[in-house]
């Protein structure tokens, strides 16, 4: 039994969805006699879920679902090429892996470090599990070119806060495995268990999805062919420069689109030699991640603002119908409304996209807490991404990292510097095709008579704009400087979201006054 089960091994495909450059899988095939490569499929992100607001489960849309499907149909062909296969259940992964090392006999367990909280509580219990029964475990750092834990290690044991001496700590990535399999060991005996392939979206119970799916097409191969023709345009990489790219430029977008594939696929950096600098180069960019990865796992409760240190206490405001106007693209800005659609459609939109409409909910206009903004994101983005998604929000909302406040991206103007004829937003909000330029950008200022001329009412075929006024409430906020680990944080929050609505309520009265008086 012993010898036997040692020259078993398994490699757990989570994030990692790929061959080449992986070393748990290296690990995994070496001195085995058999390989399992098995992905699980978790209840928890893909049962369908008939309350959510728009098709996919309560924690994916049906984007982030198929691009996840279509990258381990991938996935399993390159495993065929090499003479294995993927092997895929469903189930709550901790009781489906530890049936599966009994059943299978598995000795040594592979599979990529993950710093996500979910993955750490599930990653824990496996490796408890494996080790009680003798079974070796390897869990190697791949998914971010530094080692978060190291890092901070380096850095005296706390997380460094700024993108600069992130740089100066991580140093140089260390080089890609190069390995090249012409075969990997053959699967053992699966006893009795009946796997079939890759299921489709609608094996998964998604009956009818009518939706335009996103033009991004999941997988390893998609994304290495997509790396490889941002990287032989060598003039362009080394120019990059990140806060000149286009927003509005949808057909062919300003940046690489390689953040989906980044949970597949990573060693653009090697290829980049001469360029511009971080951070806006394109090698600076992928430093950006591994930054907020660091942050993330070196911060409790990053992903919230109680009991968050490095997050300012804001008294953001409750506000669900502003807040569904926000996320069904009807604030009455098309600009924001347009970038909403492609999120909905495409799962992807431009880094400075996301900051208009980041931006808008929070500080900018609506003022609604900027977690409820991250859940949209990571449910709809194709490259959502637990880390970097909080950390870009925490940043936009000036909660941390940036506190310019008074710098706001204009719904109105910024777009219109981009795009002036508004080819955006007539694209993602068809409504608005016929209404022109002079108005796209604010069409309640449209005069009856154009409105009625391109087939567009506002109050009636698109909505009036919605806002608020914001720097008022967060520069009341920052003077208040609550730490998000304070007992009575909670408390004195409400106490100032009281008096701020207090004041909103006397401003409205004087007002009021002022209109009687003038009467
Ligand atoms: P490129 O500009 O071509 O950059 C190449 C790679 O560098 C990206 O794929 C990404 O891995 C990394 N990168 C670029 N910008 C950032 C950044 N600001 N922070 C961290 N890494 C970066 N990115 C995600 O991958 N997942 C998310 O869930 C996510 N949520 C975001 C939420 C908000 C509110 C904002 C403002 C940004 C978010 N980003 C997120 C970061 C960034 O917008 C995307 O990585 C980028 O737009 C993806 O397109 P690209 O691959 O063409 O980027
Ligand atoms: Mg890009």
Known sequence: MESSSSSNSMI?????????????????????????????????????????SSPGSSRAGINRIQFLLESLVDLDCGLRRLESRLLVLKGEPVQVIARLLKDWNIGKLCFEFDTEPYAQTR?????????????????????TLFDPAEVIRKNGGKAPLTYQSFVAIAGKPSAPLLSIYSKLPPIGDIAGYKILGVPSIHDLGYKDVKQEFSPFRGGETEALKRLKENLVNKKWVAEFEKPKGDPSEFIKPATTVLSPYLKCVHDAYKTVKKHTQPPVSLAGQLLWRDFFYT???????????HGNKICKQIPWRDDEKLFVAWRDAQTGYP???????QLKKWGWMHHLARHSV???LTRG????????????????????????????????????????????????????KYDPTGKFIRHFLPVL???????IYEPWTAPLSIQSQANCIIGKDYPKP???????????????????????????LNSLRRKLEEDDQDALQNMRQKKRMHK
């Not at 095709?433 to 108005?439: A, G």
């Not at 919605?466 to 004195?492: F, M, V, W």
């Open 433 to 439: 095709k016929d209404m022109p330029k002079e108005y």
């Open 123 to 143: 990653d824990n219990k496996v490796k408890d599990i494996a080790s009680a029964s003798g079974i070796e475990v390897f869990s190697p750092v791949s998914h």
């Open 335 to 341: 600009w924001i409304d347009a970038i909403m659609i």
């Open 295 to 305: 942050v993330a796992f070196g911060t409790p409760n990053f992903d919230r603002m």
């Open 12 to 52: 757990w495909f989570r994030k990692g969805l790929r061959i080449h450059d992986n070393p748990a899988l290296e690990l995994a095939q070496k001195g085995s006699k058999h390989l399992f490569p098995v992905f699980v499929l978790d209840p928890y992100y893909i049962d369908p879920d008939s309350f959510a």
């Open 365 to 416: 206009d609506l003022f609604i807490h900027w977690e409820k903004g991250r859940d949209v994101f990571e449910r709809l983005l194709i490259d959502s991404d637990w880390a970097i998604n909080s950390g870009n929000w925490l940043w936009l909302s000036c909660s941390s990292f940036f506190y310019q406040y008074h710098r706001i991206y204009s719904p109105i103007s910024f777009g219109k």
């Open 466 to 492: 919605a806002s608020k006024e914001c720097k008022r409430q967060i520069g009341a906020a920052y003077a208040l400087n609550l730490s998000g680990e304070a007992p009575d944080a909670e408390e004195k």
């Open 358 to 360: 980041a931006c808008f």
